[in-house]
């Protein structure tokens, strides 16, 4: 689970802090210059769709200008499109084979698609041929945090702490790597060493309320009940004088409720990103991601769903670690697994659903006809009749279907 607080919140920020580097070796004219600046100006403001008209324009007068394609492939990456993100990066390899930072941003398109050995491979290949790039370690960082998490008793944390540690020698004010040593060495008990990475990290972003918030847990964790006190007034005093979260919150579920989920997902990012741990924000920036992969799926494009049911996991499994009380998130936890083909997973995580309310109509439902499908009628009919019970004058069509699969399988509810 740490995969997706690691690989998913923290690299989507640095992807565009490498945009000064890289080799030209053909000479794009002036007027592509002139537009891949401004293509790099409308991405610091956050307008994707003007940037990549400006980066697009600058390769149409240079066909060899590596660094629009290296940008067009930040530009996918933010959006979710992973496919023309990897296009895009091997198109830059393509034109300049020791362009380490495009090595770098493909590793983390292959972590994304969740391809841990391919993103190990690109990874260590930016760092061989852009090592005095910061990004490029910090990126191979978070691979190896990435791989500890499937392989722990190989220690790749070992490296991670390595790789950030170079990063922030090459980059003081290398702010996620500072904080991505804060929170790795306080997962390992090393309190001290977390303490003074936190510190770090507010120095360069000292009105983020979030990386506060967890210095006031950390201090509490080590027992300093007055540095933890003050961190936390601190995070509540910037909290209150910042409305830009629940902004973003706000936006996020009106793109929601419009179905566009893309948009949806890019300001529910910003929420995570201001504070990594909130339930609500994780909950539903992976439910946004799983009602795209849903559209993409009834669309017939089956690589890109089980993409975002990927990514989707990754933050429900957050949102519960923050509150396991979060029953809708362990529902679209197991709807996420039973789409990947992990029935057994989806199985396990809606019986945990219903720990957490027994009366939860749509994993009784969905349980009840995942029974039924599997041939184990007796099971099919008992969850089904609980449904029918829990669900009242709600679920109406699931209703009457419910009562029809329980009457054509010959049983009767006691209800």
């Given amino acids: 689970m740490k995969l997706g607080i690691w690989a998913l919140t923290l690299v989507v920020l640095v992807l565009q802090s490498s945009l000064s580097y890289g080799k030209q070796i053909t000479k794009p004219t002036e007027a592509a210059v002139y537009h891949n600046n401004m293509g790099i100006k409308y991405l610091n403001a956050g307008d994707l769709e003007r940037a990549e008209f400006e980066f697009k324009t600058a390769a149409e007068l240079s066909p060899h200008y590596i660094e629009a394609y290296n940008n067009l492939g930040i530009i996918a ?49 930016g760092v061989k041929r852009s090592a005095a790039v910061p990004e490029t370690h910090y990126n191979l960082g978070v691979i190896y945090l990435a791989k500890n998490e499937v392989s722990p008793n190989k220690k790749y944390d070992e490296f991670a702490e390595r790789e950030f540690q170079i990063a922030t020698e090459l980059n003081p004010s290398f702010f996620e790597a500072h904080l991505a040593l804060a929170r790795l060495y306080r997962k390992n008990g090393r309190y001290d060493l977390s303490s003074i990475r936190y510190r770090l990290a507010l120095e360069y972003h000292p009105e983020d309320a979030a990386v506060w918030n967890e210095l006031g847990s950390l201090y509490k964790m080590m027992g300093d009940y007055i540095k933890a006190e003050n961190a936390l007034k601190k995070a509540a005093s910037i909290g209150s004088s910042k409305t830009l979260p629940s902004t973003e919150m706000e936006l996020g579920m009106k793109y929601l409720k419009q179905r566009d989920f893309e948009r949806a997902i890019e300001e529910f990012k910003k929420a995570v990103s201001s504070s990594p741990e909130d339930d609500t924000a994780n909950y539903r920036l992976g439910t946004a991601y799983l009602y795209l992969a849903e559209q993409r799926r009834t669309e017939g494009k089956e690589g890109e769903a089980r993409q975002y049911y990927s990514k989707s996991v990754g933050y429900f499994q957050q949102a519960l670690k923050t509150n396991p009380g979060l029953a809708d998130a362990s529902y679209n936890l197991g709807l996420a697994y039973l789409r990947m083909g992990q029935s057994g997973a989806a199985e396990s995580e809606w019986m945990h659903t219903l720990t957490i309310d027994p009366n939860h109509a749509r994993t009784l439902y969905n349980l009840g006809m995942f ?13 089904l009749c609980r449904f029918i019970s829990s669900a009242g004058m709600n679920f109406p069509a699931e209703r009457d279907n419910a009562i029809g699969v329980v009457k054509s399988h010959g049983g009767t509810c006691q209800n």
């Fill in 371 to 383: 029974y039924i499908n599997r041939g184990e009628k007796e099971n099919g009919i008992k969850y």
């Fill in 77 to 125: 990456k933010k959006r979710g499109d992973l496919l023309s993100a990897e296009a895009y990066f091997k198109k830059a390899i393509e034109l300049d084979k020791s362009y380490g930072t495009a090595y770098s941003h493909l590793a983390m398109v292959y972590l994304d698609m969740n391809n841990i050995d391919k993103a190990m491979e690109y990874g260590k290949e």
